[in-house]
């Protein structure tokens, strides 16, 4: 072909084929070049005939062309037609070919795929409505099985084995619920009315009815002879023991469980005994700071004290006997369990024993007690210093005879022997109780220092 430029030609060609060609500022100049810009009425048809110059040129450059290479432009477009359609011959079969095959897989695989995914998605709602269901019919049964355990508590019996029971039964329930995770057991199941209703109507009463009762065993717990008539039989005590078990596993069990817990305790165990130790200490530290004021009546208190201390001795030897119960979230989240129910009340408490901890607890509440009734002064801070070594010797008495176990409760312990001290020992003087008592010298000597210490 020719080159568009063998000839001559006025036209810059550089211009107009330049990526930053402008085509308002290129007329913008066009006309300030024919004209005045101080014209008021500007001459456009120069500038336009111009312009339309410029185009026919380049319209005589394009035939002229064109005229010159028609041949080679002729050859080159026969040239490229035959090929075209011979590419088109050669891919015309293999395009109907991936049509037959793309016909094929989308009625063979495709549609199959779409009948497939969809019977998968019926499948996947079928087994998750079945798991749903199974979960909603065990939750029924154990909350069946619930009120029927209830009923056992209830009933004339008073079976105190119930109580743990039922309290194994609401664990079950719990670890269902508490299974939110997708796929879990308890997935979806907080959705269901009749899950809802049935912890509203079922779980929740019985669980507080549970609680109170297990609290009120616990509470009434003793061994002791003094806070009754006469002595409980053998019968008696194990019977009381047992009530006690019982109630403190139910506590042990039922104690909240969140879920997922890096650490768990037995809450309500816990309370449960500290209230009862909170209560021993309140009405023992009131009933001395009122016989401390009259002294006639010194005797008979320090006797409950002593019987209210023997109760916590008998208590510990409970606790220190009784193993925990096993906890599904302890299995979960493989958490150590404690030796035995005692450990964790100790750990709470922070002291080595419950009865130290009882004296000496004792002891820092009832110095300013015995330090107001010297400061008053009268009759009873008069009598109570005259009676300065009787009060020390009384006190120490109550502390030895408290930190000994009941006859009925040493007689249910191995050889009838406790922290030391055997039965004959009991029966005996003050002196050969004190002797085998050797060991809480550190209480005797707080609790008497606690009242004599301020009588000098």
Same mark, same amino acid.
């Given at each position: 072909?020719a080159?568009?430029?063998?000839?001559s030609s006025y036209i810059?060609?550089?211009?107009?084929?330049?990526? +930053?060609?402008?085509v308002?500022?290129f007329?913008?100049?066009?006309?300030?070049?024919?004209?005045?810009?101080?014209?008021?009425p500007?001459?456009?048809?120069? %500038?336009?005939?111009?312009v339309l110059?410029?185009?026919?040129e380049?319209d005589?450059?394009?035939?002229?062309?064109?005229?010159?290479?028609?041949? %080679?432009?002729l050859?080159?477009?026969?040239?490229?037609t035959?090929?075209?359609?011979?590419i088109?011959?050669?891919?015309?079969p293999?395009?109907?070919?991936?049509?037959?095959?793309?016909?094929?897989?989308e009625?063979k695989?495709i549609?199959r795929?779409?009948?497939?995914?969809?019977?998968?998605?019926?499948?996947?709602?079928l087994w998750?409505?079945?798991?749903?269901g199974r979960?909603?019919?065990?939750?029924?049964q154990?909350g069946?099985?619930?009120?029927?355990?209830?009923?056992e508590l209830?009933g004339d019996?008073?079976?105190?084995r119930a109580l743990v029971?039922?309290?194994?039964?609401?664990?079950?329930l719990r670890?269902v619920? #508490?299974q939110?995770?997708?796929?879990a057991e308890?997935?979806?199941?907080?959705?269901?009315?009749?899950?809802?209703?049935?912890?509203?109507?079922?779980?929740?009463?019985? !669980?507080?009815?549970?609680? !109170?009762?297990? +609290?009120?065993?616990?509470?009434?717990?003793?061994?002791?002879a003094?806070?009754?008539?006469?002595?409980?039989t053998f019968? #008696?005590? +194990?019977?009381?023991?047992?009530r006690?078990?019982?109630?403190?596993?139910?506590l042990y069990?039922?104690? %909240?469980?969140?879920?997922p817990?890096?650490?768990?305790?037995?809450a309500?165990?816990?309370q449960a005994?500290e209230?009862?130790?909170?209560?021993?200490?309140q009405s023992?530290?009131?009933?001395?700071?009122?016989?401390?004021?009259?002294?006639?009546?010194?005797?008979?208190t320090?006797?409950?004290v002593s019987?209210?201390?023997?109760n916590?001795?008998?208590?510990?030897q409970?606790?220190?006997?009784?193993?925990?119960?096993?906890?599904p979230l302890? +299995?979960?989240?493989?958490l150590?369990s %404690?030796?035995?129910?005692?450990?964790?009340?100790?750990a709470?408490?922070e002291t080595?024993?419950?009865?130290?901890?009882?004296?000496r607890?004792l002891?820092?509440?009832?110095?300013?007690?015995?330090?107001?009734i010297i400061t008053r002064?009268?009759v009873?801070?008069?009598?109570?210093?005259?009676?300065?070594?009787?009060?020390g010797?009384?006190?120490?008495?109550?502390?030895?005879?408290g930190?000994?176990?009941?006859?009925?409760?040493t007689?249910?312990t191995?050889?009838?022997?406790?922290?030391?001290?055997?039965?004959?020992s009991?029966?005996?003087g003050t002196?050969e109780?004190a002797?085998?008592?050797?060991?809480?010298?550190r209480?005797?000597?707080?609790?008497v220092?606690?009242?004599?210490?301020h009588?000098?």
């Amino acid at each position: 072909m020719a080159e568009p430029n063998d000839q001559s030609s006025y036209i810059d060609y550089e211009t107009f084929l330049a990526p +930053e060609f402008d085509v308002a500022g290129f007329a913008n100049t066009l006309v300030l070049s024919t004209n005045d810009p101080n014209d008021a009425p500007l001459d456009l048809a120069t %500038p336009l005939s111009r312009v339309l110059f410029d185009i026919q040129e380049v319209d005589s450059h394009i035939d002229l062309l064109t005229a010159r290479s028609a041949v %080679p432009l002729l050859t080159h477009t026969k040239t490229q037609t035959e090929a075209s359609a011979r590419i088109l011959a050669d891919v015309g079969p293999q395009l109907s070919s991936l049509n037959d095959s793309y016909a094929q897989l989308e009625a063979k695989v495709i549609q199959r795929y779409a009948e497939a995914d969809e019977v998968r998605q019926v499948a996947l709602r079928l087994w998750e409505a079945t798991r749903l269901g199974r979960s909603i019919g065990r939750c029924l049964q154990l909350g069946r099985q619930l009120e029927v355990q209830n009923t056992e508590l209830l009933g004339d019996k008073d079976d105190h084995r119930a109580l743990v029971r039922c309290a194994h039964t609401i664990l079950s329930l719990r670890e269902v619920l #508490q299974q939110k995770t997708p796929g879990a057991e308890g997935h979806g199941l907080d959705r269901i009315d009749a899950i809802q209703a049935l912890q509203n109507t079922v779980v929740a009463p019985v !669980e507080k009815t549970l609680r !109170e009762s297990a +609290e009120r065993y616990v509470r009434e717990f003793s061994l002791s002879a003094a806070s009754s008539l006469r002595e409980l039989t053998f019968a #008696q005590a +194990e019977d009381a023991k047992a009530r006690t078990v019982s109630a403190l596993t139910t506590l042990y069990l039922l104690s %909240p469980s969140p879920f997922p817990a890096p650490s768990w305790t037995p809450a309500f165990m816990l309370q449960a005994l500290e209230l009862y130790l909170r209560a021993a200490l309140q009405s023992s530290l009131a009933a001395l700071a009122r016989s401390l004021a009259a002294l006639p009546t010194l005797d008979r208190t320090l006797s409950e004290v002593s019987a209210r201390c023997q109760n916590i001795v008998a208590l510990q030897q409970v606790l220190s006997q009784t193993k925990p119960p096993s906890h599904p979230l302890q +299995e979960l989240m493989a958490l150590e369990s %404690p030796g035995t129910l005692l450990h964790p009340l100790l750990a709470k408490l922070e002291t080595g024993s419950l009865p130290g901890y009882f004296w000496r607890t004792l002891a820092g509440h009832l110095s300013p007690r015995v330090q107001d009734i010297i400061t008053r002064g009268g009759v009873s801070a008069r009598t109570l210093r005259s009676n300065r070594t009787n009060v020390g010797d009384s006190i120490r008495e109550c502390v030895i005879k408290g930190m000994q176990a009941t006859s009925t409760a040493t007689s249910a312990t191995s050889g009838g022997v406790v922290n030391g001290t055997s039965k004959a020992s009991v029966k005996n003087g003050t002196s050969e109780s004190a002797a085998a008592n050797g060991s809480w010298d550190r209480e005797i000597a707080v609790m008497v220092a606690s009242v004599v210490n301020h009588l000098r």
